[in-house]
C-alpha cells in the first residue's frame, strides 16, 4: 500500500512528507532539495531570532551521529546540515548542480567528473575540494566502518562492493581527485546515465577531521565539529535536544532564513498534540483522526499541506534463502489474503492508496494497473495456494513472528489487520513484534539477515526506478535473488 503523511508548517517553508503501508504506497523526505525563496512577513521577528522548533522521537531512534556517511539510521535531529551534496533535486525532481556546478561524462560511459565550486569554504578556513568527498566515500566502503547503507552504491562504484567484503584496497575504489583539486572523479562499474541524480546523497565529511578522528563523530562534539553547511553545531544533548545555529562563515548558495534550529527530544505523546500547544513549529500528521481534526479546524487547515515527496511504499518482506520463505506459492498465498483496499478504509483513509506494484503511481515506470491481478485480494486463490504450499487450512505452518520497525501507532494498526486478515482467510498466526529502527535495520542488514519476516518502508533517493527496485537487487538491502 501507498501512504502519505502531512505535514503543519506555521512558517509554511519547510517540506512536507507522506508515510505509509505495504501493499501501501506512501510518501517522505530527506534529500537534498533546492530551497524556494519566500517572503517574510512583516510582522516577522528579526533574522537574529528567527528560531523553528522541532521534535525528535527519542524513543524509537538513536542520536549517534550527524552526517549521513557516518550512519544513515542512527542520525540525530537536524543532520546533514554540515555540508551539502554534489547535486539537489527541484521541487519537480529534475536534478540541478549542488555543490556541484556542472559534470561530464566520458564517452565509454563510465568516469563522471563533478566540477566543485571552488568558492566553497570549511569553516576552519580551509576549501572544500574533491579530496573531502573521495575520503568520504573511501570511509563508505571500509568493513571496518560498515555502514548501514552500502547496497546503495553496491555495483554502482568501481571496487565499492569489493572493498566492503574486504577483497580490495580502499584505495581501487573508483572514486578520485581528478585534474584539479576541485574536480571529483567517479567512475562506475557500467555506464550509469543516472549517477547526478544518484548524488543526491553525497555529502561530504571534512577529510582532515575524518583522519584526525577516526569517524565522522567529530560531528557531534561542539569542539570538534567542522561546518561547510548553512549550519554549525551549537549544542549536542542527545538525552534533551539538538541545536544549531546559523553558520557566518557559509559560502554556498543556500543562505538560511532561519537563525537557530532546536530539535527536543521526547518519548512517547502526541506531536500533533504538541504543535497545537505551541510547543514545536513543524510537524506531522500521522492518523485518520488528526486529518479529521484539521478538516474540523479552518486554522490548522490553513496550515495544513501534503507532498508526495518521496512516492514512498509499505510492504511485508520475507527472507527467501530460508525455509519456509523460499516457497513461492507460500508467498503469493500470502499477497492474495491482503484486502488492501479494506485495510485502508477501516484503517487509514485518507492517508493511503493501495499498492499491487512497487513503484508507486506517477513514479517513472509504475505499472500498477498492469501489475493489479498478481496481488489482487483472492481469498479462494490464496487459500488454494497455501495448500499446494503444503499448508491446506494452514495445518503446519510454522510459528512466525512479523517484525515492525518503530514505535508508529499507524505500522501496529496495519499489521494487527495484515495477521487478523492472515488468520480469517488462511488461518495461520504470525505474531508481531516491534523494535526500535536501529535494532530492526542491524538485523535487517545482517548476512545473513536475522530477520525471516517483516515490516517496513522504503521511498526514493532519486527519481528513478534503479532506485526503488535497486532494494531487490541481489546482496542489496533484502535477502533476495
Not at 563510465?110 to 573531502?132: E, Q, R, S
Not at 566492503?164 to 583539486?181: A, H
Not at 527467501?320 to 484503517?347: M, S, Y
Amino acid at each position: 500500500m501507498a501512504m502519505r503523511d502531512s505535514r503543519f508548517d506555521r512558517r509554511q517553508a519547510i517540506r512536507g512528507l507522506a508515510a505509509g503501508a505495504a501493499g501501501l504506497a506512501g510518501l517522505s523526505g530527506g534529500r537534498a532539495f533546492a530551497s524556494s525563496r519566500f517572503q517574510v512577513g512583516s510582522d516577522a521577528a528579526p533574522a537574529d531570532q528567527q528560531v523553528m522548533i522541532t521534535s525528535w522521537d527519542g524513543e524509537g531512534l538513536k542520536g549517534e551521529c550527524m552526517d549521513l556517511y557516518e550512519g544513515v539510521y542512527n542520525r540525530a535531529g537536524l543532520s546533514d546540515l554540515f555540508s551539502e551534496p554534489l547535486t539537489r533535486m527541484t521541487k519537480d525532481f529534475g536534478v540541478i548542480p549542488g555543490t556541484a556546478l556542472g559534470w561530464d561524462c566520458s564517452a565509454d560511459g563510465k568516469v563522471w567528473t563533478f566540477h566543485i565550486d571552488p568558492n566553497l569554504k570549511w569553516n576552519d578556513g580551509t576549501a572544500v575540494t574533491a579530496a573531502d568527498y573521495v575520503e568520504t566515500f573511501r570511509y563508505s566502503a571500509d568493513p571496518k566502518h560498515a555502514w548501514d547503507f552500502t547496497w546503495y552504491w553496491n555495483g554502482i562504484i568501481k571496487n565499492y562492493t569489493e572493498a566492503t567484503k574486504g577483497t580490495v584496497t580502499l584505495d581501487q575504489v573508483g572514486v578520485r581527485v581528478g585534474s584539479v583539486p576541485t574536480d571529483f572523479e567517479v567512475e562506475t562499474v557500467d555506464p550509469v546515465p543516472y549517477l547526478p541524480a544518484m548524488m543526491l546523497y553525497s555529502w561530504p565529511l571534512n577529510k582532515v577531521a575524518l583522519n584526525k578522528y577516526g569517524s565522522g563523530k567529530y560531528n557531534i562534539n561542539v569542539s570538534t565539529s567542522v561546518t561547510s553547511g548553512p549550519y554549525y553545531l551549537a549544542e549536542w544533548q542527545p538525552d534533551r535536544r539538538f541545536v544549531v545555529k546559523a553558520n557566518p562563515k557559509y559560502t554556498g548558495a543556500l543562505k538560511p532564513n532561519i537563525t537557530t534550529q532546536i530539535s527536543n527530544v521526547v518519548r512517547g505523546g502526541s506531536n500533533f498534540l504538541r504543535y497545537q500547544a505551541n510547543e514545536v513549529d513543524s510537524t506531522e500528521v500521522t492518523s485518520p483522526a488528526e486529518i479529521a481534526l484539521v478538516n474540523a479546524d479552518p486554522e490548522l487547515s490553513r496550515q495544513f499541506a501534503t507532498n508526495p515527496q518521496d512516492f514512498r511504499t509499505y510492504y511485508m518482506f520475507f527472507d527467501i534463502n530460508t525455509k519456509p520463505w523460499d516457497n513461492l506459492k507460500l508467498r503469493q498465498a500470502l499477497a492474495k489474503a491482503v484486502d488492501r483496499e479494506g485495510i485502508i478504509d477501516a484503517v487509514l483513509r485518507p492517508l493511503a492508496i493501495p499498492a499491487y506494484s512497487w513503484l508507486a503511481p506517477g513514479f517513472p515506470d509504475a505499472n500498477q494497473e498492469a501489475l493489479k491481478p498478481i496481488q489482487a485480494f483472492d481469498p479462494a486463490g490464496a487459500k488454494r495456494l497455501l495448500a499446494e504450499a503444503g499448508y491446506p487450512d494452514g495445518r503446519g505452518f510454522p510459528k512466525t513472528t512479523l517484525y515492525i520497525r518503530g514505535s508508529a501507532q499507524v505500522d501496529k494498526d496495519v499489521c494487527q489487520a495484515l495477521t487478523a486478515g492472515f488468520k480469517q482467510v488462511l488461518n495461520i498466526d504470525l505474531t508481531l513484534e516491534n523494535l526500535d529502527q536501529p535494532s530492526f535495520m542491524a538485523k535487517l542488514n545482517a548476512k545473513p539477515t536475522q530477520i525471516a519476516v517483516g515490516w517496513l518502508s522504503y521511498g526514493m533517493d532519486y527519481f528513478d526506478a534503479t532506485n526503488m527496485l535497486g532494494v531487490w537487487l541481489s546482496g542489496g538491502r533484502h535477502s533476495w535473488k
